[in-house]
């Protein structure tokens, strides 16, 4: 791909690869289908399918090939279910939604036959020993996303998500939901967890299908997120949409859109359009979008609904707005733990230091626990070459106790301390409380001064962002 001319960056590339790999995967789903159920009718039209255009090593290539891709079968696939026929099925709208934002880059027929082949050599998705090896390789290529630009941003690292859901422990039959989807990562982790511990008859694994739901407004990343869905036997995945979660007014979520349990890492540093911040009730208007992410994941819980969220350090001394969003979550959720992660746990696409919220969502908090995620022995900070692994986390799980007895069995450590909602108020609702029993530590190695560096430098950048927007946004308003 790289020797094409119309495909630029690694993102770009990884974009026009998934598009073709959800039609492989999609195709091979479909066979499967048609073995289960004599009825099966395919909603994509005869020569639209993998098999019909692309299983053939020897057939489409060169201009022909070109011309097929950008002259029918993206238009096609654009436009599935839009005939106005009353039986499309909801498959056809999954396939619509992938396609109606994505784009065939390359232009030369001959390097993108190469592709295709190289796409139906690689794996036959309904063996299963290859289709977990498919599964591997797909979560290589969001982990590589993470150096192909701006696109790292939709990749939360494997063991975050893994353990924010294990924590929040989501029931068979709770809705789980992530407004901001990305590629699908706490979704796909919240799968995994429900078939290890809940899903035990078919009847089990349909509520198990019907729970799982997402939103993502970037078609990159819906597209990785469909596609990821149905690598993970989710057989419509129509609950994941493509839309902004934020476009819609704040009240008009109405009870029966309400979850159980929430896990998201809402984008942050960001600014939304103008306008967005209009759905929101006044006190909470701001056009930061973890914070808008944030009001909004605590009205769409239910009473007693539970939520994991990353949010960066500077939503916690945040003042202004940040600290009215933080005094309705100290007041109407239990805001019990918050796990302070290290530099470089988002490298390289970001080394601002970030933090795990925990709460539940029906009473107000009393106490909240901090718990400061140390590196491991030996690591100083996190590379592409030496990531954050999930047995990490083993400490903080063996630490976390049962929250129907409201964390009894916890204790203080040198890690872990707990502040009173009272304190916490009293500073103002200030959550950017460092660990007491350990000091002012002054660093002089050189790794760890570049880090910080680096992270004040990401900060600086980013305000320098948010400013230019603000300024921008005055100066279109005449202001």
Same mark, same amino acid.
């Given at each position: ?256 859109? %309400? ?129 954050? %692994? ?19 069995? %916890? ?52 305000? %320098? ?15």
């Amino acid at each position: 791909m790289r020797k094409d001319v119309g495909v630029d960056g690694d993102a770009q590339r990884i974009g026009q690869l998934v598009w073709m790999l959800f039609l492989k995967v999609f195709d091979d789903r479909e066979m499967e289908w048609e073995v289960l159920d004599d009825d099966y009718r395919s909603p994509l039209p005869e020569p639209y399918r993998w098999r019909s255009w692309a299983a053939d090593p020897e057939g489409m290539t060169g201009e022909e090939l070109m011309s097929f891709i950008d002259n029918e079968l993206f238009p096609t696939l654009q436009n599935l279910g839009l005939d106005g026929s009353r039986t499309v099925p909801p498959v056809a709208h999954v396939v619509r939604s992938v396609f109606e934002d994505a784009y065939n880059y390359m232009k030369s027929g001959q390097l993108l036959r190469q592709v295709l082949n190289k796409i139906q050599e690689a794996v036959d998705f309904n063996k299963a020993q290859e289709r977990h090896a498919f599964g591997d390789m797909y979560e290589q290529l969001l982990r590589d996303l993470q150096n192909a630009g701006n696109a790292g941003e939709f990749y939360t690292p494997r063991p975050v998500t893994e353990f924010m859901v294990r924590m929040v422990d989501p029931k068979l039959a709770d809705k789980v939901m992530d407004p901001a989807c990305g590629t699908g990562g706490f979704l796909t982790c919240t799968i995994e967890h429900k078939r290890k511990h809940y899903v035990r008859t078919p009847e089990d694994e349909r509520t198990l299908q019907a729970s799982i739901f997402g939103v993502e407004k970037k078609p990159l990343p819906h597209l990785l997120a469909t596609t990821n869905m149905i690598l993970h036997g989710i057989e419509v995945p129509s609950q994941i949409r493509h839309d902004n979660t934020l476009a819609r007014p704040l009240i008009s979520w109405g009870p029966r859109e %309400r979850v159980d349990c929430i896990v998201a890492n809402p984008p942050f540093g960001g600014m939304e359009e103008d306008g967005i911040e209009t759905n929101f009730p006044a006190a909470f208007r701001t056009r930061e979008t973890a914070d808008l992410f944030l009001v909004l994941i605590m009205h769409l819980l239910k009473e007693g609904g539970r939520a994991a969220v990353v949010l960066p350090d500077g939503f916690l001394f945040g003042e202004g707005i940040k600290s009215r969003i933080k005094e309705k979550l100290l007041t109407e959720c239990d805001l019990h733990t918050i796990v302070r992660l290290p530099n470089g746990v988002f490298n390289p696409y970001t080394g601002i230091k970030t933090n795990l919220l925990f709460f539940t969502k029906g009473r107000p908090t009393r106490d909240v626990w901090f718990y400061e995620h140390p590196y491991p022995p030996g690591v100083k900070n996190y590379s592409k070459t030496r990531p954050m %692994r999930l047995e990490e986390f083993a400490t903080e799980q063996a630490w976390w106790g049962s929250e129907a007895d409201g964390f009894a069995a %916890r204790v203080g450590s040198e890690l872990a301390w707990k502040v009173s909602a009272a304190d916490i108020a009293a500073r103002g609702w200030n959550l950017d409380i460092k660990n007491p029993h350990q000091g002012e530590q002054v660093s002089h190695d050189p790794e760890v001064l570049l880090a910080e560096y680096a992270q004040m430098q990401a900060e600086i950048a980013g305000l %320098r962002e948010q400013l230019k927007a603000v300024l921008a946004g005055a100066l279109e308003r005449g202001e």
